[in-house]
């Protein structure tokens, strides 16, 4: 099968690239950055992609690809930073200059280029870069610029092209047929890659690494966790697999029922329902900063799952994870491990799932998919549309949609506010025009007017957005007058909330979550 390696130098959105590529019908995989070239199997690899990074090509211990991977001959394109480390490699020059470029900018052609066949003069371009190329190499040309630098720059007799903007972003235009073109005009790609294949593939490789070993999976009832259920019950007989919920006191009202039901109806025979509520809720008492909150849920998680595999003799089995790659790349363990941190995953960063990845003994059969990839995917294993339809739920649960100390009090509040939101986006036929709705209880009282009363109530921010996989995400548009009446039936049916506002932030700058 035909395919395209992606070389991993730590960009947020290097997982895009290679889902882009494999909506386009072609296999695509990422690999550390740094792999010697010596230790590249090329059997079907029709081109590389060098992505964006955090760091800058002169900086020291910046992340740089072998050299001798400009030798193999194969077709090239290089994606913000990894279009510096081309020119750098060939004696051209990137420095950092007074004037960057971040989000939207035009781009206008100056000779013309296969990469941009097709492709309109003047298409708005999404950039994210502080460095600039100042001097181009010899045998290279500047085939597009935006209003301060080359933009596009290429050598079309060793087929090696470079990107200054991140075509993988859904806020680039035409960035879709750019990397078609890359793919199949440049490398000579086939399609021969879908979803069908890649169901194929993953359950030749979940009944390789499990082996005769019996499986645990981690479960939430949310869309990654079924899916990977799905996926197992699929893949292996369903008396090795063995499906674990844990209540944290941190679900949704009314999860712990559905969850039941849904994994029932997957054909699940050995489903286990913990109610660890209190000791969770005592574990966090105290705890308000964002990343000690998930790490202590993280831990005290894995160490009651221990307690349960002990407590039904499960100490050799696999431990199953429904990991996405969004979790991945914004815990900082992307494939290149030189992204940043943006927030901590509990079934990522937690010491002792760590632990158990470095053992070899975690399957995780989704961790580079992105949501609407899993969606699609659970579609085809026949799970019902309303779990795959459900919107995303973060695996510390309300803990991180309550900012400062999580209580048991603040958690009942909000149960009731989030059902109350969701129950009539449902009614009003918004839920599935929306990615992702929810409530955040914030940590200030606000003065309000009960009946003839003064009182001080909590303020609850409403938060809905839109988005593609999770990468980034706009605002929702509510129908204001929808919206106050949302707010009001709140404000009535849950009498500790006095205020509500919503959140009108895009990703970037914030995130979907607000911890």
């Known amino acids: 099968m035909d395919k395209v390696l992606i070389l991993d130098f730590g960009s947020q959105t290097t997982q895009l690239i290679s889902r882009r590529i494999r909506d386009l019908g072609v296999f695509s995989e990422v690999i550390p ?184 999976s981690l479960v939430s009832g949310g869309v990654d966790s079924t899916v990977t259920a799905g996926l197992l019950l699929k893949a292996l007989p369903a008396d090795r697999i063995h499906l674990l919920y844990i209540d944290t006191g941190l679900m949704r009202k009314g999860e712990s029922g559905e969850v039941k039901k849904n994994l029932l109806a997957l054909g699940a025979k050995n489903l286990y329902l913990v109610d660890s509520s209190r000791r969770f809720l005592e574990a966090l008492k105290g705890i308000s900063e964002p990343e000690k909150k998930r790490n202590t849920i993280g831990d005290l998680f894995i160490k009651v799952q221990e307690e349960e595999v002990k407590k039904r003799r499960l100490e050799d089995a696999m431990l199953a994870q429904g990991t996405l790659y969004t979790d991945l790349i914004e815990s900082g363990k992307g494939v290149g491990q030189k992204a940043t941190i943006i927030k901590s995953h509990h079934n990522v960063r937690s010491p002792l799932v760590e632990k158990k990845r470095e053992e070899g003994s975690i399957i995780e059969p989704l961790e580079i998919l992105y949501k609407d990839e899993v969606r699609r995917l659970g579609l085809k294993l026949g799970i019902s549309r309303e779990i795959i339809e459900r919107h995303p739920f973060p695996g510390p649960g309300l803990a991180v949609r309550i900012p400062g100390e999580d209580t048991e009090e603040k958690c ?50 409403i938060r809905a957005v839109n988005s593609i996989d999770g990468m980034t995400a706009s605002v929702f548009p509510f129908p204001m007058e929808q919206l106050v009446e949302i707010a009001s039936l709140i404000t009535n049916a849950v009498p500790q909330v006095g205020r509500v506002v919503y959140d009108i932030s895009t990703k970037p700058p914030s995130t979907i979550e607000w911890e």
């Open 33 to 216: 950055g740094d792999v010697s070239a010596g230790d590249l199997s090329l059997e079907d690899v029709r081109g590389l992609v060098f992505s964006g990074s955090p760091y800058s090509v002169y900086q020291e211990g910046a992340p740089l690809p072998d050299p001798g991977i400009y030798e193999l001959g194969l077709p090239l394109l290089g994606i913000c930073y990894g279009l510096h480390c081309i020119i750098r490699h060939y004696g051209g020059e990137v420095k950092c200059l007074e004037h960057k470029e971040y989000g939207r900018a035009p781009i206008y052609s100056c000779k013309k280029t296969i990469i941009l066949e097709d492709v309109p003069d003047g298409f708005i371009s999404w950039m994210s870069h502080g460095d600039s190329i100042v001097k181009i190499p010899k045998d290279f040309f500047v085939f597009a610029r935006s209003e301060r630098c080359p933009a596009v720059v290429g050598n079309r007799e060793k087929k090696i092209y470079g990107l200054q903007f991140h075509p993988e972003v859904t806020h680039c235009e035409y960035g879709e047929k750019i990397l078609s073109n890359f793919v199949f005009a440049i490398c000579g790609a086939r399609r021969e890659w879908n979803l069908d294949s890649y169901i194929n593939d993953t359950m030749i490789k979940i009944k390789r690494k499990a082996g005769k070993r019996k499986v645990l």
């Open 412 to 461: 009942q509040i909000l149960k009731e506010a989030d059902a109350i939101l969701i129950g009539e986006l449902k009614r009003r036929g918004f839920y599935n025009q929306i990615w992702q709705a929810f409530c955040v209880l914030l940590p200030v009282r606000s003065v309000g007017v009960a009946g003839d009363i003064r009182k001080y109530g909590w303020v609850l921010a």
